[in-house]
């Protein structure tokens, strides 16, 4: 049973930097794709960064230059650097893991 655990949300002022970690049970890293979405209130859920299986990175236009998705192999797990943060971050962030989803952290960027 493959498990997804989200950390590091919170609370930050707009400008500020938050770094989200998504740590993986039951399966590894090799050769799958990986990333993160958000679901802002009332919106949709959306992509905002991914790794392919062959580490093809992608972002999200709204956060290109502002975040950064990297990976630890060895560890299994996945990190989301946030920086500059803007009111519009605001959303629940949820990591994913081939077709599997984490149960999502909140971050709230304040203007």
């Known amino acids: 049973q493959v498990q997804l655990v989200e950390s590091g949300g919170g609370l930050v002022q707009a400008g500020g930097s938050l770094r989200l970690s998504c740590t993986a049970s039951?399966?590894?890293?090799?050769?799958?794709?990986m990333g993160w979405s958000r679901q802002a209130p009332g919106k949709q859920r959306e992509p905002v960064a991914s790794?392919?299986?062959?580490?093809?990175?992608n972002y999200a236009g709204p956060v290109a230059g502002r975040f950064t998705i990297a990976r630890d192999n060895d560890k299994n797990i996945m990190y989301l650097q946030m920086d500059r943060l803007k009111p519009e971050d605001t959303a629940v962030y949820y990591c994913?893991?081939?077709?599997?989803w984490g149960q999502g952290t909140q971050v709230t960027v304040s203007s």
């Open positions: 994913w893991l081939g077709q599997y």
């Open positions: 039951g399966s590894t890293f090799n050769n799958i794709g």
């Open positions: 790794i392919n299986w062959d580490g093809i990175i």
